[in-house]
Nanobody, 129 residues
Framework: DVQLVESGGGLVQAGGSLRLSCAPSEDAGYTFAAPCMSWFRRGSDDERHLVSFLDADGNTYYADSARGRFIISKDNAKPTLYLQMNNLQPEDTGIYYC????????????????????WGQGTQVTVSS
């Protein structure tokens, strides 16, 4: 039962840009009030790595690899979570997932994956050199 749906992935050359979107399914709109909404990337190591999060107060976090190039934002009216990715590099290649943690008091970088109780199915991003 998919509750978050990502889109916007694709194939792009190094230096290009993509904007990922994440929208809730009809019965999961409440997830956008979550304390923590995040983007993860699963790369060649098959692990999900935190790329960025946006908490309920509007605070953001970016992994070192994303800082200065990626921008996370949210449109509560739609509702949709975005990840604007600029100056993409081959090492950004992977499957990108959005996730929401609705039952935590505060969003943290070290939040274990199992606290994220809503996930999307992922969208593939491939950056060619």
């Amino acid at each position: 039962d998919v509750q978050l749906v990502e889109s916007g992935g694709g194939l792009v050359q190094a230096g290009g840009s993509l904007r990922l979107s994440c929208a809730p399914s009809e019965d999961a709109g409440y997830t956008f009030a979550a304390p923590c909404m995040s983007w993860f990337r699963r790369g060649s190591d098959d692990e999900r790595h935190l790329v960025s999060f946006l908490d309920a107060d509007g605070n953001t976090y970016y992994a070192d690899s994303a800082r200065g190039r990626f921008i996370i934002s949210k449109d509560n009216a739609k509702p949709t979570l975005y990840l604007q990715m600029n100056n993409l590099q081959p090492e950004d290649t992977g499957i990108y997932y959005c996730a929401a943690a609705t039952e935590i008091p505060v969003c943290e970088v070290s939040l274990p994956l199992h606290y994220y109780n809503f996930w999307g199915q992922g969208t593939q991003v491939t950056v060619s050199s």
